[in-house]
């Protein structure tokens, strides 16, 4: 099962949206509405930030949202923060059975 | 509050074995999906393992090839992964994870992780 594809890095300014993109296949993130994004901070365990592609959990700020078209899931932050620094990460359920993260894509706040 | 303990990390030579534990608390923990996910130092996210309420069923990543093995104790809500044969390539933080909202897949609560590292 190979990784699902994230840029590498992405930079904003604060007040800005952004969105990072997240490619797999028909086998993972195409074929199912389980796609969810993880923040990661320096030092720190990840974050659960969305599930089922668009799904919030409790607590997390209405700032983030995701979608989902085709094989390419989007995680989307609005009006960035500086604490939004972080890296981010997808994770898809797969056709086997098993979950998949993307590589990760670090996020800058200018 | 939900918390979840990882302890079983350090430093082994490659070949050699370990086993990670994770105690669960704040929860009722046999009712639950649980995974295993680790981090090679500066590297992302790896999914490792999971394992279904009652023990009986498990799915790996298929690079591990039979070299780890996931495990479950209800009466002590505590998770397991045993590490065998291990390799430099193994080193990373291995968190402990759990689905606290099923059915859909997705990992809710992670704990802070112990240090794997497989060095001569």
């Known amino acids: 099962q190979s990784a699902l594809t994230q840029p590498a890095s992405v930079s904003e300014s604060p007040g800005q949206s952004i969105a990072i993109s997240c490619t797999g296949t028909?086998?993972?993130?195409?074929?199912?509405?389980?796609v969810s994004w993880y923040q990661q901070h320096p030092g720190n365990a990840p974050k659960l930030m969305i599930y089922d592609v668009s799904t919030r959990p409790s607590g997390v700020s209405d700032r983030f949202s995701g979608s989902k078209s085709g094989n390419t899931a989007s995680l989307t932050i609005s009006g960035l923060q500086a604490e939004d620094e972080a890296d981010y990460y997808c994770?898809?359920?797969?056709?086997?059975?098993?979950?998949?993260f993307g590589g990760g894509t670090k996020l800058t706040v200018l | 509050e939900v918390q979840l303990v990882e302890s079983g990390g350090g430093s082994v030579q490659p070949g050699g074995s370990l086993r990670l534990s994770c105690v669960a608390s704040?929860?009722?923990?046999?009712?639950?999906?649980m995974n295993w996910v680790r981090q090679a130092p500066g590297k992302g996210l790896e999914w490792v393992a999971n394992?279904?309420?009652?023990?009986?069923?498990?799915s790996y990543v298929g690079s591990l090839k039979g070299r780890f093995t996931i495990s479950r104790d209800n009466a002590k809500n505590s998770l397991y992964l045993q590490l065998n044969s291990l390799r430099a390539e193994d080193t990373a933080v291995y968190y402990c994870?759990?689905?606290?909202?099923?059915?859909?897949?997705?990992?809710?609560?992670w704990g802070h992780g112990t240090l794997v590292t497989v060095s001569s």
């Open positions: 394992i279904g309420p009652d023990g009986s069923d498990k």
């Open positions: 994770a898809s359920y797969t056709s086997a059975g098993t979950l998949v």
């Open positions: 994870a759990a689905d606290l909202n099923p059915p859909t897949p997705k990992l809710d609560y």
């Open positions: 028909s086998s993972d993130v195409g074929g199912y509405n389980y």
């Open positions: 704040g929860f009722t923990f046999s009712r639950y999906w």
